[in-house]
């Protein structure tokens, strides 16, 4: 999520006057763990886009500014993270040797297909990059016209891809309230919008992932000025004529958790699904990058 004025400045008056929302309300059901995470580089910071491994032990991550990193998680018995381990930042490339150019850096969805490659959506310049390792030269994927023309700002935020390889990208903001998400889809080399998602209150797509269970999965945040955020994810049955079976997996209290942006969903051993979530601090020194975890019920997965 790019940096807003007036965003900086309630942010700003929220730590001045000590607001802490809800954040000493009880989790909601199936909270695991929440774990700030910090590396002294100017680098760090400003996620937007997280994937996990199949077993939740390795990683992948990418910031705003078009950094990434991966490595490794520390858990406890319990399957609670007690640590990160990362590699150290790298600026993703364009179709070359150089990082992308200034201004086309706003990486914001991170999808890892099955073949072990990754594609990335973009924000600021709509358009989906796709690299065969993070540390290697990108392909663009083609773009439609209609990418061009949505909402400033507010572009392709969330990224997923399906077993059988299909992405499926949506944009943060859908235009108004009433206007449900349009949903692109990418397969056999050509983009549709084939459907579109009910747009609910004042909650904004950030984030999206189809889980181990086949569920599309959509990370959801809406803010409440200096109070903070409240996040929410729901899923949906997903088929080639659109969502279905709508669930709330998780709906935080206002301020419970920071500027949630990214979710991974896999399968822990236990059978249970985990939603891993984590924050984008915006670089700014009164926010926190977080790992935030939920589990969901293996019968509840079913």
Known sequence: MPKRPVFALTAGLFLVLGLQGSASQPYPEGFVSAIPWRIEVAEFGGFSGIELSDDGQSFWAITDKGWWTQGTILRDDEGRITAMNAQ???FLRGRFEAAL????GDAEGLARAPDGSFYISFEQIPRVLHYDTLDGPARNLVTPREFARMQRNSALEALAIGADGTIYTLPERSGELTRPFPIWRYRDGKWDQPFALRRDGGFLAVGADIGPDGRFYLLEREF???TGFASRVRSFALSDSGLSDERTEMQSSVGQHDN??????????DGDLRLTMISDDNFYFFQTTEIVEYRIPSHSAD
């Open 224 to 226: 409440h000025g200096v």
């Open 88 to 90: 150290p930042m790298r």
């Open 101 to 104: 150019a200034r201004g086309r």
């Open 260 to 269: 949630l942006e990214s979710i991974s969903v896999w399968r822990a051993p």
